[in-house]
């Protein structure tokens, strides 16, 4: 393992890609430089196991001897509010209807990022919730993993639930 040369500093990026597979992914600074390598256990820290190809992000960077990397995220552009364009079944609803649904804490049933969308169930519920490829990219995520703790906003749609907003597992405990 690298060894730490300072105690790190706080910097604002994009994400450049994020790999889960690979566990780790690089993020481009607003100031340029070199790429920083965010490794999965520091964004697992977060409370994500993904996060999207140009999503904001702000991060504590360190620099070891392998060159800059991510030691903890602080913040990830969580685009709230804002519907994905395309997305038709959320056409029929108003956008302070799905702000007053409750956030939820729910639990990854299975996603397959190809097909574009899964399913997690909220907790103490076995009702399926569905979850589409574009509401995790407004939350800045590129997929999720079987069992995976999110907290997600369900409104009834035409075809069952659905998910309008997925955020970290976290903001189902902070704004409750």
Known sequence: MSEIENDGYPMGGQVKW?????GFGFIVANEGGPDILLHANVLRNFGQSSVAEGTGIEVTVVSTGRGLQ????????????????????FADFDPEEIAAAPIEPARVKWFDKAKGFGFAN???????????????RLAGLADLLPGEAVALRAIEGKRGLMAAEVLPWESAVSRT
């Open 122 to 136: 909220v907790f103490g519920s076995s009702a399926d919730v569905f979850v589409h490829v574009e509401v995790l």
């Open 18 to 22: 994020f790999d889960p597979g690979k």
């Open 70 to 89: 991510a030691s903890e995220v602080l913040s990830i552009d969580q685009s709230e509010g804002t519907l994905a364009p395309g997305l038709a079944d």
